[in-house]
T-cell receptor, first 115, second 115 residues
Framework: AQKITQTQPGMFVQEKEAVTLDCTYD???????LFWYKQPSSGEMIFLIY??????QNATEGRYSLNFQKARKSANLVISASQLGDSAMYFC????????????FGTGTRLTIIP | DGGITQSPKYLFRKEGQNVTLSCEQN?????MYWYRQDPGQGLRLIYY???????QKGDIAEGYSVSREKKESFPLTVTSAQKNPTAFYLC??????????????FGSGTQLSVL
């Protein structure tokens, strides 16, 4: 069974500061993928970034980067130079190998950017 | 514009009533999914379909039913057997389910409440 743990229910960050959202995972699969999604107040889930278990480098997408520490089973999302529009719920998710292909989500972190 | 359309945005159910949530996609995706989101919890998978005329139960299928008669459409019926239906329902799609890095595209959701 796969499990995603996000231990920060809520975070407040000053505008223009960097922020790290924590995510740890548990799986026995060798091949798996990790995702981060953003959910603004409108409700739609927006894909941010992906990291494969065999990727040697940390994924980056613009202001988003994923701090992947395989031995620690952590996949933290780093947002650089935060903006007011970054205020939203953020979900970490993973997909495993055969038999575990369904995407499993964490409980999310509510990020609030303070002007 | 390609995307996923969910309707209605808000839906109210009376006791003992079945209601159907609509989900349509024009992304030409084979796989479609229904998730339920409760406050403070992550997304939980209700049903998913990998191909037309085929679907599988997710983690919380009891009290729900689906059909997949067309590639573009994956309606979800919340039956009277679902005793706690109040939640936010999200529909998603992807090109397939077997590939680890396959990301999901989401609709904007339907908020279902019990009268």
């Amino acid at each position: 069974a796969q499990k995603i743990t996000q231990t920060q229910p809520g975070m407040f960050v000053q505008e223009k500061e960097a922020v790290t959202l924590d995510c740890t995972y548990d799986t026995s699969d060798q091949s798996y993928g990790l995702f981060w999604y953003k959910q603004p107040s409108s409700g739609e889930m927006i894909f941010l970034i992906y990291q494969g278990s065999y990727d040697e480098q940390n994924a980056t997408e613009g202001r988003y980067s994923l701090n992947f520490q395989k031995a620690r089973k952590s996949a933290n999302l780093v947002i650089s130079a935060s903006q007011l529009g970054d205020s939203a719920m953020y979900f970490c998710a993973m997909r495993g190998d055969f038999g575990n292909e369904k995407l499993t989500f964490g409980t999310g972190t509510r990020l609030t950017i303070i002007p | 514009d390609g995307g996923i359309t969910q309707s209605p945005k808000y839906l109210f159910r009376k006791e003992g009533q079945n209601v159907t949530l609509s989900c349509e996609q024009n992304l030409n995706h084979d796989a479609m999914y229904w998730y339920r989101q409760d406050p403070g919890q992550g997304l939980r998978l209700i049903y998913y379909s990998q191909i037309v005329n085929d679907f599988q139960k997710g983690d919380i299928a009891e009290g729900y039913s689906v059909s997949r008669e067309k590639k573009e459409s994956f309606p979800l019926t919340v039956t009277s057997a679902q005793k706690n239906p109040t939640a936010f329902y999200l529909c998603a799609s992807s090109t397939g389910i077997r590939v680890t890095n396959e990301k999901l595209f989401f609709g904007s959701g339907t908020q279902l409440s019990v009268l």
